[in-house]
């Protein structure tokens, strides 16, 4: 997981900016939570899976219109059964990691803006079949997205967003609902 490590040096030098440069460039920190689906063929087994996935931001919005930000994700577990010559097989898939990345917006009112993302997913996983390890893949890939961000007060925002997440050659999409607080 050393991709991981660097991910998270820099959303640590973020999160420890002075507080008054942050407060003067617009520090923010954010969370979200949704669902992540999962369709993919893993060793002969057709995986169609849901799970709860969440996610966390630290950022710093540069102006109106673009942001840079790193975070963690967490997939949280794709589980799915399959009956293989009459013996029950379990599989279990999960996988988290760091992002690193920038954010476009577009205001549309003064509380409504769109946005895309886009930037890199430092992430490690585990597959398991029946309880035993069969995998423990690592990697550097990219994730893009876009969704829409609702003010409630001068600090807080309500954001909505569908996110890709390449995992090598396996794609999975989170839909998510957050909240984002502006220092």
Do not use: C
């Not at 939570?33 to 087994?45: K, R």
């Not at 997913?121 to 893949?137: K, L, M, Y």
């Not at 990697?139 to 969704?147: I, L, Q, R, S, W």
């Amino acid at each position: 997981m050393k991709h991981a490590r660097t991910a998270l040096a820099v959303v640590s030098v973020i999160a420890l900016l002075p507080a008054a440069a942050v407060a003067e460039s617009g520090f923010y920190l954010g969370g979200s939570i949704g669902s992540a689906s999962l369709t993919e063929d893993f060793d002969g087994f057709d995986v169609d899976a849901d799970s709860t996935a969440y996610r966390f931001v630290a950022g710093w919005q540069f102006n109106e219109f673009f942001s840079l930000e790193g975070g963690y994700h967490n997939f949280g577990k794709f589980e799915d059964s399959f009956d293989l010559a009459g013996e029950p097989v379990d599989l279990r898939l999960k996988a988290d990691g760091f992002t690193l990345g920038g954010t476009l917006s577009l205001p549309l009112t003064r509380s409504l803006s769109l946005y895309g993302r886009g930037g890199a997913f430092f992430w490690d996983g585990d597959a398991n079949i029946n309880s035993i390890t069969e995998a423990r893949p690592e990697d550097t890939n990219p994730y893009y997205g876009a969704g829409a961000k609702v003010s409630l007060t001068e600090r807080l925002d309500l954001v909505g967003d569908w996110t890709r997440y390449e995992l090598d050659s396996t794609d999975s999409d989170v839909i998510s609902l957050g909240l984002t607080l502006r220092f």
